[in-house]
């Protein structure tokens, strides 16, 4: 076989395997995230433009629909969260840059998903050098934003949800950010500046 048809074969294994083309012009394959390479703008735009609860956000302070995204989510997070976790707390969500926000309730129904999406937040991780110190710490963090989330941007009655059970919403009031570039921006100059 010459080196021209290996790299064809290659490239049609790549194309047409489980793989999606990122916006920095590379092939992620979701068979191999540890080999795939990501950079810092594909994670916050891909995070920018994955919407919240399935785009199904009402502003409790206007009362219109708006988009949150999941990078704004990340952001907000980040700065709730003790400095030694800020890090952990911005980049928690990694495995939906590539695959996607899929809401809770359905994501607990699907675990094969769930497998895939872990195991791309693993890789993700890795890749930027990022150790996940205190999981617990954060997945607090994570409810009382889920809690926050559900109080300023959900038409909530009051009941309770069995997720957030006894989590307290943050105090800051969420108005989200627009348009989705504005998160990533702000997704990025937060990286940057933790891990400067």
Request: hydrophobic share 40%; proline share 5%.
């Amino acid at each position: 076989m010459t080196d021209l048809q290996a790299m064809k074969d290659a490239s049609i294994r790549r194309i047409k395997g489980p793989t999606i083309l990122l916006g920095s012009g590379t092939y992620f394959d979701f068979e191999s995230p540890e080999t795939s390479e990501l950079t810092i703008e594909d994670v916050a735009y891909g995070l920018a433009f994955a919407c919240r609860f399935a785009g199904q956000c009402v502003s409790r302070l206007t009362g219109k629909r708006v988009y949150y995204s999941v990078a704004e989510h990340c952001v907000r997070m980040s700065y709730a969260a003790e400095p030694r976790l800020a890090i952990q707390a911005l980049m928690h969500e990694l495995g939906e840059s590539t695959c996607g926000d899929m809401t809770g309730p359905l994501k607990s129904i699907c675990p094969d998903y769930k497998s895939v999406e872990k195991r791309c937040e693993a890789a993700a991780l890795q890749s930027f050098g990022i150790e996940k110190t205190d999981p617990d710490e954060i997945k607090l963090l994570d409810l009382r934003m889920l809690a926050t989330e559900r109080r300023d941007l959900m038409r909530w009655n009051g009941e309770e949800w069995d997720w957030t059970k006894g989590a307290q919403p943050f105090e800051f009031d969420i108005i989200p950010w627009s348009p989705p570039e504005l998160a990533a921006e702000r997704f990025l100059d937060r990286y940057w500046e933790l891990t400067a």
